[in-house]
């Protein structure tokens, strides 16, 4: 073969597969944003940072979920937008940094159709100003720079990433293969076989949780404070509500970072509290904060007969069904009672300080 033949032969091939990566990425991101089942794929982990930019750009929702691996397996958008009326987005990463949180808010609030924007204030307790951002975290995918201006040459940053790179052909396939396992009219609910936010903690797994979360604590250093006041920054000027709250993890691993560091836990809230006030008496966009991390029927939930939580996957991650219940609280149309709300409570550190009290229940019941 001449070199001029092989040279032909070889641009032919290497154009061919590219062409046909890029049309399986383009069918597959199509099936899976139409498919009836295919928003409840958004609660799934895999290169979820390399899609969800661009899926935020396609599906254009009103409701954004922000936050890590507790808010991604806990808020599936099949579930919310049915109940509630709304079009959401889970924008949920695993393992996010407070600098990756914020930068997701600001993405968020970017898109003109969002009015509100619901962020777990756990999400801002990891990373590090030496280490800001996760692998596979790329700041070009966003609508807006870190100082807020539009992201130079996104289209092409958002189109190679989404038709040609190999993060995106996993992740449709991953989605290709689990939406087709699908029985007809099945939902992700009927299938916890196949996605796994639908599935339940077990006594057997309580115990390799808590032994694996022993060293676990909470607290904010000045920089993560730094990212939570951005991400507050992003939706000052803007009509978007922003809702930041305190996941409900079980109480047994809160009791542990009582243990651990229950000063840097209070101290946490306690900021997140002041920075909310601090927002809300200057800007015109609201922020409201919401404490699930008490002890209530649902962090101090038992077993059942068989031996399974029903509203745990595990110690800190709870199912959809509950971030479902949470959603309507926060937005104030469950018709639930709830006194989670410290937004405008003037009560509000004092309750937060109760959690002194509220451990040494917990601790009681469990001897």
């Known amino acids: 073969m001449g070199a001029k033949t092989y040279l032909i032969w070889f641009l032919a091939t290497v154009t061919g597969a590219v062409i046909a990566i890029a049309g399986f990425n383009a069918w597959a991101d199509r099936y899976i944003l139409t498919h009836p089942a ?3 794929f958004q609660t799934v982990s895999g290169f979820e940072r390399v899609l969800k930019p661009a899926w935020l750009d396609s599906i254009k929702p009103d409701a954004v979920f922000i936050g890590t691996s507790d808010i991604r397996q806990g808020f599936d958008p099949v579930l919310i937008n049915r109940t509630y009326n709304v079009h959401a987005f889970n924008y949920g990463f695993s393992s996010v940094t407070a600098y990756e949180t914020r930068r997701m808010v600001q993405d968020a609030a970017a898109q003109p159709q969002v009015r509100n924007i619901f962020v777990s204030a756990n999400s ?4 590090s100003i030496a280490q800001p951002t996760t692998g596979g975290f790329d700041e070009l995918r966003l609508s807006v720079t870190p100082d807020g201006t539009p992201t130079p040459r996104r289209p092409l940053w958002l189109f190679t990433t989404r038709y040609l790179s190999g993060g995106a052909t996993g992740m449709h396939a991953t989605g290709l ?6 029985k007809r009219n099945e939902t ?3 299938r916890p076989d196949i996605f796994s936010a639908y599935s339940h903690m077990t006594k057997a797994s309580f115990a390799r949780d808590m032994e694996r979360r022993a060293g676990r604590s909470y607290s904010l250093s000045d920089w993560q404070r730094e990212q939570l006041r951005g991400a507050l920054d992003a939706v000052c000027s803007k009509p978007i509500h922003l809702y930041l709250f305190f996941p409900p993890e079980h109480f047994a691993v809160v009791d542990r970072y009582f243990a651990n560091d229950a000063e840097g836990l209070i101290n946490f809230k306690l ?3 002041a920075d909310v006030r601090a927002h809300n008496q200057t800007c015109r ?7 699930f991390m008490t002890l209530d029927n649902i962090t101090g939930e038992k077993p059942d007969s068989s031996g399974v939580y029903p509203d745990y996957i595990d110690l800190v991650h709870f199912t959809p069904r509950i971030g479902t219940v949470l959603t309507g609280i926060m937005l104030g149309t469950s018709g639930l009672a709830s006194d989670a709300d410290l937004t405008g409570d003037p009560f509000a550190e004092s309750r937060i300080g109760q959690m002194i009290q509220e451990d040494k229940v ?3 019941e469990k001897r």
Do not use: E, N, T
């Open 38 to 40: 295919g928003p409840s």
């Open 362 to 364: 917990w601790r009681s």
């Open 285 to 291: 966009g609201k922020a409201s904060l919401f404490d």
């Open 124 to 127: 801002f307790a990891g990373g």
């Open 177 to 182: 293969y689990m939406l087709a396992r699908l």
């Open 271 to 273: 900021a997140v509290l």
């Open 188 to 190: 992700a609910k009927d």
